[in-house]
C-alpha cells in the first residue's frame, strides 16, 4: 500500500512567520498535487507537479517535488490569516486505474 | 456542468437507514472518485470509476457500501443499515482521465444519529 505522510499535522503561526509543509513517501508518483481546503467546502488544487525536482511558484506559496519523485514540500513566504486551511498533498501513483492517495493534510492556522 | 456538483450538501439519517448520495461530475470527465473525510483529515479512497465501470473499489469499508455510474456520467453512492460511524463528509472528485488532475465537489455532510 502506498502511503503519503504530511507533517506536521497542526500549525499554528503569527502573520508574517515563514512555514514549510512536507510530503513523504517511500513510493515513486507520477505526479503530486497539493490542494487547499477550506471548512465545508471541497478540497481546491493549488499545483501539479510532475518532474523530479521541479519548483513552482505560485504567489507567496513554492512547491517543490524531490528528484527521486517520492516527497514533495510547500512553502510559505509570509504567511498572512487568510492561507488558514487545510493543506492536503496528493499523490498519483504509476500504475494506471489507481486513484489519488492522500496525505492525511496539515491543519494551518495563522493569526493576526 | 462548470464544476462538480454533490446533492445533498446535508443528510441526517437515523442509524440502520438507507442512504443514497449523488455526485454530478464535470461534463467530459470519464473518471469519477468517491472519498471519505472526517474532521480536520485528508480524504479517504472509497472507489474509482473509469467510465461505467469501478476501476478500483478497494477502499469500500464493507458490503453496505456500493457506488453506481450506470451511463458514466452520474454517480451515486449508496449506503445500507448506517452506523454512526459512517458520519462524515463524502466527497466526490473527477478528472478527463487516469492520472489527470482532480476536482472535487463541496461535499455531502453525513451525519447518522
Known amino acids: 500500500t502506498q502511503l503519503l505522510e504530511q507533517s506536521p499535522q497542526f500549525l499554528s503561526i503569527q502573520e508574517g512567520e515563514n512555514l514549510t509543509v512536507y510530503c513523504n513517501s517511500s513510493?515513486?508518483?507520477?505526479?503530486l498535487q497539493w490542494y487547499r481546503q477550506e471548512p465545508g467546502e471541497g478540497p481546491v488544487l493549488l499545483v501539479t507537479?510532475?518532474?523530479?525536482?521541479e519548483v513552482k511558484k505560485l504567489k507567496r506559496l513554492t512547491f517543490q517535488f524531490g528528484d527521486a519523485r517520492k516527497d514533495s514540500s510547500l512553502h510559505i513566504t509570509a504567511a498572512q490569516p487568510g492561507d488558514t486551511g487545510l493543506y492536503l498533498c496528493a499523490g498519483s501513483p504509476f500504475q494506471a486505474g489507481t486513484a489519488l492517495i492522500f496525505g492525511k493534510g496539515t491543519t494551518l492556522s495563522v493569526s493576526s | 456542468g462548470a464544476g462538480v456538483s454533490q446533492t445533498p450538501s446535508n443528510k441526517v439519517t437515523e442509524k440502520g437507514k438507507y442512504v443514497e448520495l449523488r455526485c454530478d461530475p464535470i461534463s467530459g470527465h470519464t473518471a469519477l472518485y468517491w472519498y471519505r473525510q472526517s474532521l480536520g483529515q485528508g480524504p479517504e479512497f472509497l472507489i474509482y470509476f473509469q467510465g461505467t465501470g469501478a476501476a478500483d473499489d478497494s477502499g469500500l469499508p464493507n458490503d453496505r457500501f456500493f457506488a453506481v455510474r450506470p451511463e458514466g456520467s452520474v454517480s451515486t453512492l449508496k449506503i445500507q443499515r448506517t452506523e454512526r460511524g459512517d458520519s462524515a463528509v463524502y466527497l466526490c472528485a473527477s478528472s478527463l482521465g487516469y492520472g489527470t488532475v482532480a476536482f472535487f465537489g463541496q461535499g455531502t455532510r453525513l451525519t447518522v444519529v
Open positions: 507537479v510532475v518532474t523530479g525536482g
Open positions: 513510493s515513486v508518483f507520477s505526479s
